[in-house]
């Protein structure tokens, strides 16, 4: 867990990191039974594993 600590103290947006997946959950899951596509399940992950990517520092 240090590197996590770590993370969070040298990228202040990491500790946030948490909460912001929760909300693009949430998000993402609205729009997609808007629209009436199935899989959300899948394509819910696939949307958390670019934001972690491009927003978590895993460039």
């Known amino acids: 867990m240090e590197t996590n600590t770590d993370a969070a103290t040298s990228q202040p947006a990491f ?5 912001y997946l929760r909300s693009l959950r ?6 997609l039974t ?3 596509i199935g899989e959300t399940k899948a394509i819910r ?3 958390e594993e670019f934001a972690i990517h491009a ?3 895993g460039a």
């Not at 500790?15 to 909460?19: E, F, G, I, S, T």
């Open 26 to 31: 949430q998000q993402v899951r609205r729009i």
């Open 34 to 36: 808007e629209y009436g």
């Open 45 to 47: 992950e696939k949307v």
């Open 15 to 19: 500790a946030h990191m948490d909460a």
């Open 55 to 57: 927003y978590g520092g």
